[in-house]
């Protein structure tokens, strides 16, 4: 079957850097992506999304970017913080079963001091 | 405040002893769904539930029940639990409109011996 999410397992940054949580896709029909951030303990919270006509998009210190030549999308968060430690997971949403999320295996970003 | 919630949030049992696990939202969502977690695999959806009396599997649903019977409640029966299934639980909802992220609930966290 098809999947979502090549992820390295774990990240590492300096507070204050720039992070930049990459995931891959391999269903070329998927139109909508989201990434969600799982604090531990918690369930996963939404980040971002986008919709496979656009390449960019940016909310607050977080930006996403999606590559479909080569099913591709990461996550860039500006001026890492200690609250920004958790796991990152990519999402699929597709068309056809829309009301089913298709998860990567996340990322496990820490923030050293 | 819009939330999912999930009741128990920890649960040990013993092969074989029937439960369920709760699920309610309040943000009047027509979408609900099943998640299990498991380190290395990622979020998997078990069930999902696109309105009142409207349910369909997922990609693990062995095992496991669910029923609509309200639109904000959506319980998951495990009849016979084995230790498979031991796991992260995740319940979901979102709203009709396609492009919009899903709410989380805090997860339930099962042990079956």
């Known amino acids: 079957g098809e999947s979502v999410g090549l992820h390295l397992p774990t990240l590492s940054v300096q507070e204050g850097d720039n992070s930049i949580i990459n995931c891959a896709y391999s269903?070329?029909?998927?139109?909508?992506f989201i990434w969600y951030k799982q604090e531990s303990g918690k369930g996963p919270q939404f980040i971002i999304d986008?919709?496979?006509?656009?390449d960019k998009r940016q909310g607050q210190r977080v930006t996403v970017l999606l590559n479909k030549t080569v099913k591709h999308l990461s996550l860039q968060i500006a001026a890492t913080q200690p609250g920004d430690s958790a796991v990152y997971f990519c999402?699929?949403?597709?068309?056809?079963?829309?009301?089913?999320?298709?998860f990567g295996s996340g990322t496990q970003l820490t923030v050293l001091p | 405040e819009a939330q999912v919630t999930q009741n128990p949030r920890y649960l040990i049992t013993v092969t074989g002893k029937k439960l369920t696990v709760t699920c309610s939202q309040n943000m009047n969502h027509e979408y609900m769904s099943w998640y299990r977690q498991d380190p290395g695999l990622g979020l998997r959806q078990i069930y999902y539930s696109m309105n009142v009396e409207v349910t369909d599997k997922g990609d693990v649903p062995e095992g496991y029940k669910v029923s609509r019977k309200e639109k904000r409640n959506f319980p998951l029966i495990l009849e016979s639990p084995s230790p498979n299934q031991t796991s992260l639980y995740f319940c979901a909802s979102h709203a009709s409109n396609l492009n919009t992220e899903a709410f989380f609930g805090q997860g339930t966290r099962l042990t079956v011996v």
């Open positions: 986008i919709r496979s006509n656009m």
């Open positions: 269903n070329s029909a998927s139109d909508y």
């Open positions: 999402a699929e949403r597709r068309w056809v079963s829309a009301r089913q999320l298709t």
